[in-house]
């Protein structure tokens, strides 16, 4: 099981500890590092700038948003920036959900995710494979467009610069039983949100096929402290503002993985704590089990115990969500 550095969106501003992190962890052996995006800075623009300042590390985007980007302009910031790294670039892809695809980038969201998904990565594949012009019949992105509110003067191109890897890795952060499942025939990996190694069963069926050298990547929180209780109080942080702001009350993706996790109650308490504006219980809500069931918090002992339970699964990279130098290390020796 490989390791990775997470280091999710920013805040209200870019922190200086980013570059820093990345290279601690390329120092350590660590094999990627990955950004993020919501609904504030952007997943490639920060990778761009830590790979001018690593050389070796994998630079991956968990996940960069499908609405933000049509398929060939996600294709293109792949394939430039794979070029300007020597051959280094993860594509990591999620749809992110209703709220944010019409709230924030102003589009409807996908009257069928798994067509939009496969199509989606179908144009991204074509781009980087480059082994004539782009063309999709499709539902949801075809090429060349062919609406009736177009001109009809749409020609098929191909990608004016040859990418440098006709093959990039190509992941699908999904959380739906069929979502995950198509993921295993179309991509080259899964970025999970949650994981628990004590629950397989949880995604047992949509991972019966997996293809050889397939990714399973889930991103985990890391901190090693003598406090259980305070050490967990991050990941609740973490959960309650996804399970409970992350999505509609109808509809909240996040919020239904937990449930198909087996806290369902838990899951619909928090959500409706969140939404009446109540987030301090909202987090306090969260189940410490739950919290720890889906991250590596607590002495040092106690952590490598519970690695090994991650090592048994599928899991071929443990993405490590943790701004502490200490814990990076630790994990790293643990790991090696």
Not at 38 to 65: C, E, H
Not at 118 to 135: F, N
């Amino acid at each position: 099981m490989r390791l990775g550095l997470a280091l999710g969106y920013w805040g209200r501003g870019p922190s200086a500890d980013h570059v820093p992190l990345a290279q601690e962890a390329e120092r350590l052996g660590y094999h990627s590092v990955w950004t993020a995006e919501s609904w504030g800075s952007d997943a490639f623009t920060p990778l761009t700038w830590i790979a001018a300042r690593t050389t070796r590390i994998r630079l991956g985007t968990a996940v960069a948003q499908m609405a933000a980007r049509s398929p060939t302009t996600t294709a293109m910031h792949a394939l430039t920036l794979d070029h300007l790294s020597g051959g280094r670039m993860m594509l990591g892809l999620g749809l992110s959900g209703p709220q944010v695809v019409e709230g924030w980038y102003g589009r409807p969201f996908p009257s069928s995710p798994l067509t939009a998904t496969r199509e989606y990565v179908d144009v991204v594949r074509q781009v980087l494979r480059r082994e004539g012009p782009v063309e999709l019949d499709g539902r949801f992105h075809s090429h060349p467009y062919r609406g009736a509110d177009g001109t009809g003067l749409g020609k098929a191109l191909r990608s004016i610069t040859h990418p440098l890897r006709a093959e990039l890795p190509l992941l699908l952060g999904a959380e739906g039983p069929k979502n995950i499942a198509q993921t295993t025939r179309i991509a080259d990996g899964w970025l999970p949100l949650y994981w628990s190694p004590t629950r397989p069963q949880a995604y047992e069926a949509s991972l019966a096929d997996l293809p050889e050298g397939f990714l399973v990547a889930p991103m985990a929180r890391a901190h090693v402290c003598d406090d259980l209780a305070e050490g967990l109080l991050p990941v609740k942080a973490m959960l309650g503002f996804y399970i409970g702001g992350m999505g509609h009350a109808a509809r909240n993706f996040h919020a239904d993985l937990m449930a198909r996790m087996g806290f369902e109650e838990e899951a619909r308490r928090i959500q409706r704590l969140f939404l009446e504006g109540r987030r301090e219980e909202a987090v306090l809500a969260v189940p410490d089990a739950f919290a720890d069931e889906i991250s590596l918090v607590g002495p040092r002992e106690r952590i490598a115990e519970r690695l090994e339970s991650w090592r048994k699964g599928p899991v071929t990279d443990l993405l490590v969500l943790s701004p502490d130098r200490h814990t990076l290390r630790v994990l790293a020796e643990l790991n090696s």
